[in-house]
């Protein structure tokens, strides 16, 4: 059964609207699985052993992030491809994405499982939290192949308007996930590492069915000739993903500097703000698919040349993150009570962590646009302004945190955040108009 899908034709809210459901759930049920890991630790750890596993968080961040941002920027040629409906050139970079991918992975799993320990004590992880935040790592980055193969493998099924089965794995593997959690920390009496066990397993269950769907999938019948080194296409790849890494990883320098400012007020606070960190990526969600939406949408029309398109589809995007922001931006407004109290036990830390979500739940418009504007300049091969919006987050993230820490407390760090997302939305909203400008003038001449 074929389950491409042409973005470049029909009705444009039909067409995203179609495609962005599926994807939703996908996100909401990854997202999940890193929700159930992080509640299961705290109901049946401790405090001390969330704060443990999302202390990492930054870190894991950094590494992982960067390899999204890599996949991210492949899709886009792989959308392209498709969109321009030239089938040869499709299979290439495909192929080309999967040899890179493999020697990306590989490289990056050397590097966070060598420089792990060291980041940790630059991060002035508590002693208390340290080993298992340790464990919990060398666990997760040594499965970085894994995690490599489904953002891959899922970026090429997004790429060709196929939202649906990336849903399919998701939701296999969060029962999955669920499953071995429960089995590891309750009945193995595992800890951290069987948190982290489980998230590994329940990722290779969505790669192999992934990677059965696009086994499956006319256009990408592979051959030995697809996989040719062909490397002015490895240039071209490179040039879309790696100023996308870089996006991702200068983010996370600025989060890492935030965690260790925050580590250093003691393990109340860690355990605070990473209950707040979970709520946030899970709120958000709306418009982080939005935003894939946003660019996969944007890379076939681009391919396409259909840029007034790409204007309609942009206008669709900022519609889902209004909605998003007014019914769960005002979630964490009013009801963050009842939220923190599903990840932590401790009253100090619950008080802490609603303080922090009434802040960002107020500003949540502002990254909900901002992931609809830089990913649609991604989706039309600018890859820089999105990396220079990153820079943006990360010096406006350590500014307000060094600035305000000792002046107002924790709530430094929420305001941090908004700060962050501010300064990126300027950069990617400018870029847009500017891009979009110049190609419909080019169009037009």
């Not at 894994?146 to 997004?158: F, K, P, Q």
């Not at 590994?200 to 996989?227: D, H, P």
């Not at 820089?384 to 307000?400: A, D, H, N």
């Not at 108009?433 to 190609?439: D, H, S, T």
Request: overall charge positive; aromatic content about 12%.
């Amino acid at each position: 059964m074929k389950r491409t899908n042409d973005l470049t034709k029909g009705n444009v809210t039909k067409v995203m609207l179609s495609f962005f459901f599926p994807m939703l759930f996908t996100n909401l049920f990854q997202q999940l699985y890193t929700f159930v890991d992080t509640a299961i630790v705290g109901k049946g750890l401790g405090d001390q052993a969330l704060g443990a596993v999302g202390n990492i968080s930054a870190f894991m961040f950094l590494i992982i992030g960067f390899l999204q941002g890599i996949t991210n920027g492949f899709s886009v040629v792989i959308a392209q491809a498709f969109g321009a409906k030239d089938i040869m050139a499709l299979r290439k970079s495909v192929a080309s994405s999967i040899k890179l991918a493999v020697l990306l992975a590989l490289i990056l799993t050397t590097i966070s499982l060598i420089s792990l320990k060291s980041a940790l004590r630059i991060m002035q992880t508590d002693p208390v939290i340290f080993n298992d935040s340790l464990t919990y790592g060398y666990v997760i980055f040594g499965g970085m192949i894994v995690t490599m193969s489904y953002n891959l493998c899922a970026g090429i099924l997004r790429a060709m308007g196929d939202s649906k089965t990336p849903f399919f794995a998701i939701m296999i593997a969060s029962v999955v996930n669920v499953l071995l959690d429960c089995l590891f920390i309750f009945g193995l009496k595992t800890g951290v590492e069987g948190a982290a066990v489980a998230t590994i397993l329940a990722q290779l269950v969505s790669v192999g069915i992934c990677v059965m769907r696009l086994r499956k999938t006319e256009e990408l019948q592979l051959t030995r000739v697809n996989f040719q080194n062909d490397y002015s296409l490895f240039a071209i790849l490179l040039k879309n993903g790696v100023p996308m890494a870089c996006m991702n990883s200068i983010t996370a320098v600025g989060c890492i500097i935030v965690q260790s400012y925050v580590n250093a007020l003691g393990v109340v606070y860690t355990c605070a703000y990473s209950a707040c960190s979970k709520f946030v990526n899970l709120f958000m969600l709306p418009t982080v698919t939005g935003g894939f939406v946003v660019s996969a949408f944007t890379g076939q029309n681009d391919g396409a040349r259909e840029y007034a398109r790409i204007k309609d589809g942009v206008r669709v995007g900022v519609m889902i993150g209004l909605v998003s922001y007014i019914l769960l931006g005002s979630i964490l407004m009013l009801f963050p009570e009842y939220l923190v109290q599903i990840l932590l036990t401790g009253n100090e830390p619950i008080e802490l962590a609603c303080s922090y979500l009434r802040v960002s739940g107020s500003m949540f418009w502002i990254i909900n646009f901002m992931f609809v504007y830089r990913n649609a300049v991604q989706g039309m091969g600018k890859p820089l302004f999105p990396m220079i919006s990153g820079v943006v987050e990360m010096v406006m993230r350590i500014f307000v945190i060094v600035m305000f820490l000792h002046q107002i407390g924790f709530k430094a760090a929420a305001y941090a955040e908004v700060s962050a997302w501010a300064g990126a939305l300027l950069v990617n909203f400018v870029a847009y108009q500017i891009v979009i400008k110049n190609k419909l003038q080019k169009v037009i001449t």
